[in-house]
């Protein structure tokens, strides 16, 4: 079983719509999440990161946490052309441990 | 104008040289981290560093090597030894929040060709 399963995408969504990106983890030791998105090309830049169960909102942005199911999602409220790029999923044990990267979902938004 | 800066943009390298990537911060972190990504994968953490003049191989550290002489400073040596190493290189700096968190931030990448 992979450390960190995302869905390669593309995930394609009409512009003002909800996206919505998934992510399960096998550690169950992860203590925190953290959310970036890369654009072609580019380097990945942090969005959000999160700590406790539940939901935490920033902006058009919330993450979502399970620690249970093992799951942690990102919803894009109102998707712009400009939201278009791969989100990389990563949980992290704590300390000393190493961050574990996703592949990341590729995020389409349509005009 | 606080930051990672990776140099250079662009490399190209003939097969059995030996190229040495660039990675400097100004940040103050603790913690400099070196990762490939190829098309259609993950991240992958080469070699990582929490303090100066210590580091730790990471899951893909044969055909690299890397020194941290200064904390400001962690570069990237890909040696011959590196049957593949056609990639974009990421650097990352990391510093623990009071809650004994890394958060990492990324420089702006080496995209590296053998020619």
């Known amino acids: 079983q992979k450390e960190v399963e995302q869905n390669s995408g593309p995930l394609s969504v009409p512009e003002g719509a909800i996206a919505s990106l998934n992510c399960t983890y096998s550690?169950?030791?992860?203590?925190?999440f953290f959310w970036y998105r890369q654009y072609s090309g580019k380097s990945p830049e942090l969005i959000m990161s999160?700590?406790?169960?539940g939901d935490k909102e920033d902006g058009r942005f919330t993450a979502q946490l399970n620690k249970a199911s093992q799951y942690v999602s990102l919803l894009i409220r109102d998707s712009q052309p400009s939201d278009s790029a791969t989100y990389l999923c990563?949980?992290?044990?704590?300390?000393?441990?190493?961050?574990?990267f996703g592949i990341g979902t590729k995020l389409q938004v349509i005009p | 104008d606080g930051g990672i800066t990776q140099s250079p943009k662009y490399l190209f390298r003939k097969e059995g040289q030996n190229v040495t990537l660039s990675c400097e911060q100004n940040?103050?972190?603790?913690?400099m981290y070196w990762y490939r990504q190829d098309p259609g994968q993950g991240l992958r953490l080469i070699y990582y560093?929490?303090?100066?003049?210590?580091?730790q191989k990471g899951d893909i550290a044969e055909g690299y090597s890397v020194s941290r002489e200064k904390k400001e400073s962690f570069p990237l040596t890909v040696t011959s030894a590196q049957k593949n190493p056609t990639a974009f290189y990421l650097c990352?700096?990391?510093?623990?929040?009071?809650?004994?968190?890394?958060?990492?931030?990324f420089g702006p990448g080496t995209r590296l060709t053998v020619l």
């Open positions: 990563a949980p992290y044990l704590g300390g000393y441990q190493k961050v574990t």
């Open positions: 990352a700096s990391s510093m623990k929040d009071l809650l004994l968190t890394d958060t990492q931030y």
């Open positions: 999160i700590y406790s169960n």
């Open positions: 550690d169950r030791g992860s203590q925190s």
């Open positions: 560093s929490q303090i100066v003049n210590d580091f």
């Open positions: 940040l103050n972190h603790d913690a």
